[in-house]
């Protein structure tokens, strides 16, 4: 065609109708690739946005205030009940105590609603039990609201066997005749009778007993599946001693509290010298001998890494104890006198001595003479034993009724002293 019509003329209304035709054409082509690329930014900004959702919950938490710990022997359970008793001061909390003169919730027996001090006018009104007691579901539920989170802790019956050797070596028949915990373990059906059964209860299987099982039942596969089946169903979370500091990070996260909830000082604790060797042979024994134990342990141990992981990430686990470290670290540069725990003869403040028993050396803390009130109150609340921490928050909650003799010292006699 443009060559038969050689006028330039004619020929400017076809250029300028195409060129326009390809600008357009081009200007779509742009938009479109352009288009395409915001797009791609936007899309790739979506996944980022799902990523920080993943690791940001969607609404803030909130600390749950109505808990329930069953306190298990020799397993760092002292530890944790300080823990609890700061968390309900914090909060002004109600605490489920002991009645009248009692220092546990019925323990050995099993618990009964009517054990806990003022039950019949409070009712299902108390937000914190932590005290002794041998779990009995139904009487705990007729205390503790509908909504309680219900916790306890596992220790390798190996260790905890041994400690509970040394602390009721004077008080469980089982224990007195032999001259240490490998002799005990070499032959225990020597030392331990049937008819000693309530006295002899920390010398077998006793995590399994404080849960509210017999200690002394058989190893049966399915008896111990059907345990730990409602062992799953009744508690909310199970905490394992030998990684108590882990322990505490997965506390904190599952109950919404701040690092400073679980911070402690290592309470109930014994002296070196007081600590007997097991023999190789001894914990295989320990094994057999505590088989329910060890099968709870095993259990839980397990199940305790695979809520690690799910919830909190191995990555995220290390840097948070190493903050409750940095954290602990701090505060006992701050309190402490020696930084450390000392002897009971090296206890200075006789209020500060915690309860001693069998052939332990239980240890306790000496504070700083220099520190400002509200640092002082900080500081004794971290180191208060048990029992006298237990006493001072009955005449708090129960003024008009006689205080418990704990036969020590009290750091604090009155609410207004602190």
Known sequence: FLLLDKNPLKLFPFFSRHVRCLIIFSFCLGLTFLSGFFHMKRKNYRISESQEELLIPPTPCH?????????????ASSTVLNIMFRFAE?????????????????????FMAHFVEGFDTIGQN??????????????????????????SILRNPIPLLESSYIYYKHSVPAFWSSKNVNEFLASPTKYYHPADHRGNIYARNIMWFDFGYDNNAKDDTKYIQTVLQEIEQNFHLILIADYF??????????????????????????????????????????KAWCSLDWKLYLHFNQSFWRRIEKTI????????????????KELMETC??????VRRDDIRNKALLPYQ??????????????????????????????????SYLYAVQHPHKKRKDVGLPLLWTSHQEK
């Open 313 to 328: 990430g191995l990555q995220v686990l290390e840097k948070e104890v190493d903050q409750l470290r940095a954290r602990q």
């Open 126 to 151: 108390y937000n914190i039990m932590c005290n002794h007691l041998r779990f009995n579901p139904s009487e705990v539920k007729k205390v503790m609201a509908a909504n309680t989170f219900y916790f």
């Open 63 to 75: 600390a749950r205030t109505n808990v329930m710990f069953l306190k298990t022997h020799k397993t």
């Open 357 to 390: 028993s069998g052939a332990a050396n239980i240890m306790g803390y000496n504070l700083k003479q220099d520190l400002d009130n509200r640092t002082l109150r900080t500081c004794q609340r971290m180191v208060i034993p048990e029992l006298q921490y237990m």
């Open 90 to 110: 914090r909060y002004n909390l109600t605490v489920a105590l002991p009645a009248d003169q009692l220092f546990h919730l019925g323990y050995p027996r099993t």
């Open 245 to 286: 500091d882990e322990s505490m990070i997965l506390l904190k996260h599952t109950l919404c509290w701040d690092l400073d909830d679980v911070i402690y000082f290592k309470l109930n604790s014994r002296s070196q010298d007081t600590v007997q060797t097991l023999s190789a042979e001894s914990k295989e024994k320990i």
């Open 336 to 341: 402490l006198l020696e930084q450390e725990a």
